[in-house]
């Protein structure tokens, strides 16, 4: 085998392993992204989520509750989100949380 034979032949294998790490790299990135948003939501993702779980097992009273239980975090985190938040109410902040 020559010379060129061969590195056309490595050459081939790189380009392949190539695009299957920038394959892994782009979905552990959309994973972490995914991650940051379920969390960055908190409670109110989770009970939205497990409303979803109750309604498709059918469980009708538990869904509703928890479509409740996801209103009521909503609502709290708006009003959280609207207060004014800086160094001369910090320590009323803190103790609120």
């Known amino acids: 085998m020559s010379i060129s034979k ?5 050459s081939g294998k ?4 190539q695009g299957m790490t920038e394959y892994i790299i782009i979905v552990a ?8 948003v379920y969390n960055l939501f908190g ?3 989770r009970d939205q989520t ?5 309604g498709l097992a059918g469980d009708r009273a538990n869904s509703t509750a928890q479509s409740n239980a996801a209103e009521t975090d909503a609502n ?8 004014a938040q800086g160094l001369s109410n910090f320590g009323q902040n803190a103790q609120n949380q």
């Not at 990135?29 to 940051?36: D, T």
């Not at 497990?50 to 109750?54: E, L, P, R």
């Not at 709290?76 to 207060?83: H, L």
């Open 14 to 17: 790189k380009q392949l392993g």
């Open 43 to 45: 409670k109110t993702v």
């Open 76 to 83: 709290n985190s708006r009003t959280e989100a609207d207060t």
């Open 50 to 54: 497990t409303a979803m779980a109750y």
């Open 6 to 10: 061969f590195n056309k032949r490595i």
């Open 29 to 36: 990135l959309v994973a972490i992204g995914a991650i940051g």
